[in-house]
């Protein structure tokens, strides 16, 4: 069973930065492709970034690169979300997801592919 639990989110000023965590179980370092995605009200759950199992491969999206940094720290089985320079239309509520593979550099942009999501974080960046 795979369990994936977000943390660190809250109310932060334009410019801000904050840090999200996901503690992971069930679903783990070398076996487990992870990616964070975020979904604001009334609009489509979106890719934010991915990092592969090996932790050597990551991808963003173009909204938040140079922003961002996805990290994973598979001794202790979490995944993180460095944030900098936070604006407005961050905010959103930001979803850990994970998906099992054999491939040790597999990373995906597509909600699809991803079988076990937490329950989500909010972040809300006032201006």
């Known amino acids: 069973q795979v369990q994936l639990v977000e943390s660190g989110g809250g109310l932060v000023q334009a410019g801000g930065s904050l840090r999200l965590s996901c503690a992971a179980s069930?679903?783990?370092?070398?076996?487990?492709?992870m990616g964070w995605f975020r979904q604001a009200p009334e609009k489509e759950r979106e890719f934010v970034a991915a990092?592969?199992?090996?932790?050597?491969?990551?991808t963003y999206a173009d909204s938040v690169k140079g922003r961002f940094t996805i990290s994973r720290d598979n001794a202790k089985n979490s995944l993180y979300l460095q944030m900098y320079s936070l604006k407005p239309e961050d905010t959103a509520v930001y979803y850990c997801?994970?998906?099992?593979?054999?491939?040790?550099?597999?990373?995906?942009?597509?909600?699809?592919?991803?079988?076990?999501w937490g329950q989500g974080t909010e972040v809300t960046v006032s201006s």
């Open positions: 069930g679903c783990t370092g070398s076996n487990c492709a």
């Open positions: 990092i592969s199992s090996s932790g050597t491969i990551t």
């Open positions: 997801a994970a998906k099992s593979v054999h491939n040790m550099f597999y990373t995906s942009s597509s909600v699809r592919p991803y079988n076990y």
